[in-house]
């Protein structure tokens, strides 16, 4: 297991660069999404697909594939504004990435250097720069937004964006869970800082205050990019922040270590979240790494 900083890495990825093959390796997954018992829409969205020299497959809810003749992708967002606006841009958010991620696999092929660092901030500010077009177009959309959190899985790698409060959370083989997103928000500042706990955070009336987000007014964003190496074993989890107000990070990593043996991790997640809290739209992936 290794957690690789984005400043840590440059140049050609490790998956296209290494002269060796990576170990092979299988990803099961498992998503959903839920308007919870408040809302009377829902305005999260979910994303599952794998892409290759051949075009892109959209993936079911569940399912397990080997990571050796395709790349994956897996993302969750939340949309904001009014009416349904924020349907609409957490949809936009995610479909986007159907069409700009699949050219990097292209570009590769012809033997053209991809960095991710280039590709995931590049695909991000396309993303934005079309919600923040249509929310000055259309005077239904205006105030659209969107937060996006988005796990790229090449054979031996995970590669990631992330802006706004959705989650990524990484658990290791054997190691303890940890959230490798950053909060995009004051509260979220303040936690890894050390100045308040999970609680404080939780509690904290400003936690859902935005200082990033795809649209939404922002005029520019600056995504967070990085890269974990995974192997047989890893778990991570992408999630709305739905999810968040009804269970603490140790349930998280008590559900992912003791999945259910009838539904999958996602319901598992949903259903839990939903006997807690259910104020806010709900949407849960969980990708596990097995071997090949």
Request: with cysteine; net charge negative; glycine share 10%.
């Amino acid at each position: 297991m290794e957690w690789v900083d984005e400043s840590l890495m440059s140049g050609t990825p490790p998956w296209l660069a290494s002269a060796e093959p990576a170990a092979a390796l299988t990803l099961r997954w498992s998503g959903l999404t839920h308007p919870g018992k408040v809302r009377p829409n829902n305005e999260d969205a979910f994303l599952a697909l794998n892409f290759n020299g051949g075009g892109v497959q959209f993936l079911g809810k569940v399912g397990s594939a080997p990571l050796s003749d395709a790349d994956f992708v897996f993302a969750v967002s939340d949309g904001m504004g009014g009416a349904k606006s924020g349907e609409f841009a957490s949809r936009i958010a995610v479909d986007k990435i159907t069409h700009l991620l699949p050219r990097s696999f292209r570009r590769a092929a012809l033997g053209m250097s991809v960095n991710y660092q280039d590709v995931l901030p590049e695909l991000v500010t396309s993303i934005h720069r079309d919600l923040t077009l249509l929310a000055e177009s259309y005077e239904e959309c205006a105030g659209m937004g969107a937060t996006l959190t988005m796990a790229w899985f090449a054979p031996g790698w995970m590669y990631f964006a992330h802006i706004g409060d959705s989650r990524l959370y990484y658990l290791p083989a054997g190691g303890a869970l940890r959230q490798i997103s950053e909060d995009n928000s004051h509260v979220g500042w303040l936690r890894r800082q050390g100045k308040i706990n999970e609680r404080e955070a939780r509690t904290h009336p400003r936690k859902n205050v935005l200082n990033k987000a795809l649209g939404a007014g922002h005029q520019f964003v600056d995504p967070q990019v990085g890269a974990v190496s995974c192997q047989p074993g890893d778990i991570f989890l992408l999630v709305t922040d739905g999810i968040i107000d009804g269970l603490w990070d140790r349930h998280l990593e008590e559900f992912l270590r003791t999945p259910d043996a009838v539904i999958t991790p996602a319901q598992q997640m949903i259903n839990e979240a939903l006997s807690r809290s259910g104020r806010d739209n709900l949407t849960a992936v969980v990708v596990e790494v097995l071997p090949g």
